[in-house]
Nanobody, 116 residues
Framework: QVQLVESGGGLVQPGGSLRLSCAAS????????MGWYRQAPGKQRELVAT???????NYADSVKGRFTISRDNAKDTVYLQMNSLKPEDTAVYYC??????????WGQGTQVTVSL
């Protein structure tokens, strides 16, 4: 079955940058829509960005212009480059793989904290 492993989270100052990575296993990565979601304490999980197998991207309004999602099919990995980070970006970030329409998988999450 598919496994997703996120990495790259941590503590960063406001205005700083982080790059999250999500490595997928299971041999369906290249056919899948990949996404990043986040969840802050007391809030619902929300979509951050998605990227299709054809490299079409979609971003939440709150991150558009600051975050960039990309994928490296040779490495079965999706990335989220986060620039100009704000305290409100603090959340657990989850990687999502969707092999439409039958399969969906989630990573365990990586903590991103934006603070002085």
């Amino acid at each position: 079955q598919v496994q997703l492993v996120e990495s790259g989270g941590g503590l960063v100052q406001p205005g700083g940058s982080l790059r999250l990575s999500c490595a997928a296993s299971g041999s369906i990565f290249r056919l899948s829509v990949m996404g990043w979601y986040r969840q802050a304490p007391g809030k619902q999980r929300e979509l951050v960005a998605t990227i299709t197998s054809g490299d079409t991207t979609n971003y939440a309004d709150s991150v558009k212009g600051r975050f960039t999602i990309s994928r490296d099919n040779a490495k079965d990995t999706v990335y989220l480059q986060m620039n100009s980070l704000k305290p409100e970006d603090t959340a657990v970030y989850y990687c999502n793989l969707r092999f439409a329409p039958a399969f969906e998988y989630w990573g365990q999450g990586t903590q991103v904290t934006v603070s002085l």
